[in-house]
């Protein structure tokens, strides 16, 4: 088989994986704090029974994001939070594990616990539990105090505070649920990390410069499948060139 074949379906199966990329990335493009994925590919020579390399393929991964942060808005909700700078949010995933997010349209549910998408803000303690029907107020460095029901507006007092750490690509990596994970394990606290209160970070993805690469991939697509067509056209002349000497 001509080894051009191989070299045309790598790329063919790694535009498709970036388009997935393009893809959660448009979908996401109203999503508090999202930071957009990036792709990233690296070559790999393929070796062969002579001395020089037979082919070149290519190997995808998505490890990296985009830093830059997004827009922010003002909300005036008392329980909507931005973080400032390359300061994260310390949640609760699923699995129990301690990750991170810019998400900060925070919640409280039936049992009392902040939480972000549904999953707990974690305090110096663990899971922050704000008592219902308290008044809660969100300092910048993440302290929480609250005004208990009936009581007087001088009366308030702390409940816990968001644990927040410092970090960029070079320590944090996403994770298939969307959340992010310190390579090392979970960070320390960065007692200088701060937040804004009654208002929200936007992702970060632009829909215009998505829609251009959505595009430009489907052109890099179209161009490797007539790679592909040309290949195997020429494979069919040749072998018919064969059966007439023959």
Known sequence: MDPILYTAMGGAKQTLD??????????NVSTSGFRAQLSAVRAVPIGGPGVHDTRTA???????????AGPV??????????????????????????????????????NGVLSSNGRPVLGAGGPIVIPLGAE????????ITMKAEGARPTEVSEIDRIKMVSGDAAV??????????GMNGPLEQNEDARLATGA????????IEAMVAMINNQRKYDMQMKVISTADE???RANSLLSVQG
């Not at 290519?58 to 830059?68: A, E, H, I, Y």
Request: proline share 2%.
């Open 73 to 110: 808005n003002t909300t005036g909700r008392p329980l909507d939070v931005a973080l400032r700078g390359d300061a994260w949010m310390a949640v609760q995933a699923d699995d129990g594990t301690e990750a991170y997010t810019r998400r900060g349209d925070l919640n409280v549910d039936q």
């Open 200 to 207: 929200l970070e936007g992702s970060n993805v632009s829909a």
């Open 234 to 236: 020429n494979a069919q």
């Open 18 to 27: 970036d388009q997935a990329v393009i893809n959660h990335n448009l979908a």
């Open 58 to 68: 290519v190997v995808g991964s998505t490890p990296l994001f985009d830093q830059q």
């Open 172 to 181: 944090l990596e996403r994770g298939l649920d969307g959340l992010f994970r």
């Open 136 to 143: 809660v107020t969100i300092g910048e460095d993440g302290t």
